[in-house]
């Protein structure tokens, strides 16, 4: 055994028993037992005369029930050697199969969560209660049991990973180039030139005010408004960073994933509403965003509709149809003559891209009326009789199976008597287009203009469900505010087409 001058060099005084020597000349000498009983000696220490006295093993709780005095050594030292937040190599050392959570755990809430912090709650060296409550022999079973259980686990468990050295904190370690996720900071931050002004400032004690007067110098409000002006730079720095981690910028290659399925007109909508972000969090700015795509393709379907309309297209399928038709039509060549001098030389029009389907389509999609959805009416193609454009009138029930549309008899009109009909055509009734047939034949007997009608078909359905779609004669003719016969040919036409049910 090597021998020095405060005992054996390979002694760790924490971790063995140990034998010190109690006379005065050797002051803090220890030697392990077999130095003891070989009878070593060094300078001034003579075993035969000097009187010793033995030191047990520091395995004793000091601050917490299942933590020993060695091992809280062994974890401060860990924590100095391999530093805070290495919790894995701190275990290791500390040894007794303690876990990196473990550790991490233990010392936060010994040392960090303390009221005396740095300092433990237990740091004072007369507090004896936890020894009173667990003696050492008790203590060290309950050791030895724990290393025990450990070890055998160990043994029955899968072999675990090799350890990979952890990345880097640099700035190419990340799929944002410039970004070190070690330190949330990126290598060239915003305002990255602030802090050269303030690099080489210095504040001594008693620096700044004049010893005579007692008032700040200018040179020190001048440092003063330097370092406002560097605190102002760091906040809108903090502020920009968290509106990166709270929108999830970072994730560079998610959200282009999700860009991708957008079209051309909902990214630039996007784009637009982007400095909203800076004022809202990740889920308020979802549901703006989502409302105003939503909205865009409203108004796309409504566009798309309207010139169906001029088109004189009268039904969804139909509407679908002349889409294709559309886009088959734009992707075929044009056509050149045969003493066209240019047409060797003139560019052939590039195809137009195939539109891949969006959230517009959804909107006009022969599957739009959802009243069909909710009664569960099994898909059947629509049979139009219609010639003119999808009108206003139209009842969900025109897409209704044959079967239930010839079932149903149709309604005769009375004519007023003594009155003849009157003659509607679309320059005399320019609301004509939004009436079906039977209500254009209702018009015309009832001698009623388009528009007047609608206002009274408006009418008459808002007050129908108030009362949950029954409505008395009586208040139709309230109502409609026209002739008694009038009101009452109207109200029998509607119950008629399913519009209003009798009270």
Not at 147 to 159: D, G, H, V
Not at 302 to 322: C, F, H, P, T, V
Not at 426 to 450: F, G, Q, W, Y
Request: hydrophobic share 35%; aromatic share 6%.
């Amino acid at each position: 055994m090597l021998i020095v001058n405060g005992g054996c060099a390979h002694l760790y005084p924490s971790l063995q028993v140990r034998i010190r020597c109690a006379n005065p000349v050797c002051n803090d000498y220890d030697l392990c037992v077999p130095c003891f009983a070989n009878g070593l000696t060094s300078r001034d220490h003579d075993p035969q005369t000097h009187s010793y006295s033995v030191i047990e093993q520091h395995s004793i709780p000091i601050y917490t029930k299942d933590w020993g005095a060695d091992e809280e050594m062994l974890l401060l030292e860990g924590a100095e050697v391999y530093g805070l937040g290495s919790w894995a190599d701190i275990a290791d050392h500390i040894g007794g199969y303690r876990t990196k959570e473990e550790v991490r755990d233990h010392y936060i809430k010994t040392y960090i969560e303390s009221s005396k912090f740095p300092l433990a709650e237990r740091a004072d060296p007369k507090d004896t209660s936890l020894l009173e409550e667990v003696p050492r022999e008790k203590f060290q079973a309950r050791k030895k049991r724990r290393i025990e259980e450990r070890k055998e686990a160990a043994k029955t468990a899968p072999p675990a990973a090799p350890k990979q050295k952890p990345t880097a904190s640099v700035p190419a370690c990340h799929e944002v180039q410039g970004y070190m996720p070690g330190r949330m900071e990126f290598e060239t931050e915003f305002a990255n030139e602030a802090e050269e002004a303030v690099q080489h400032m210095q504040f001594d004690p008693g620096d700044g005010i004049n010893t005579r007067t007692g008032e700040v110098e200018p040179e020190m409000e001048l440092k003063m408004v330097v370092m406002d002006i560097y605190n102002a730079r760091l906040t809108s720095r903090a502020e920009r960073k968290k509106v990166i981690f709270e929108h999830g910028l970072l994730e560079y290659r998610k959200n282009a994933a999700h860009d991708k399925k957008r079209t051309k007109e909902e990214r630039d909508l996007l784009t637009k509403a982007k400095p909203f972000a800076r004022m809202m969090n990740h889920a308020d700015f979802n549901d703006l965003t989502q409302g105003l795509e939503y909205e865009h393709n409203l108004r796309q379907a409504i566009s798309q509709l309207q010139d169906w309309r001029q088109m004189r297209i009268g039904d969804l399928k139909s509407g679908e149809k002349y889409e294709s038709e559309k886009q088959t039509r734009a992707q075929r060549p044009a056509p050149t003559g045969t003493f066209d001098r240019l047409a060797g030389v003139r560019p052939s029009k590039p195809a137009p891209p195939i539109e891949t389907p969006s959230a517009t389509t959804a909107l006009i999609a022969p599957e739009l009326p959802e009243r069909l959805k909710v009664q569960q009416i099994p898909p059947t193609p629509a049979i139009s009789t219609m010639k003119g454009p999808l009108t206003n009138g139209t009842s969900n029930t025109h897409n209704l199976p044959t079967k239930d549309a010839n079932s149903k008899p149709q309604y005769s009109i009375v004519p007023l008597s003594g009155m003849p009909p009157l003659k509607l055509t679309h320059e005399n009734a320019m609301d004509l287009h939004l009436l079906t047939k039977e209500e254009a034949e209702l018009c015309s007997v009832l001698r009623i203009m388009p528009k007047p009608y609608l206002v009274i078909k408006e009418g008459l359905i808002k007050e129908a469900m108030k009362t949950g779609g029954g409505l008395k004669r009586k208040v139709a003719r309230e109502v409609c505010k026209i002739d008694v016969t009038k009101s009452g040919r109207i109200f029998d036409f509607f119950v008629h087409s399913g519009w209003i049910q009798k009270a």
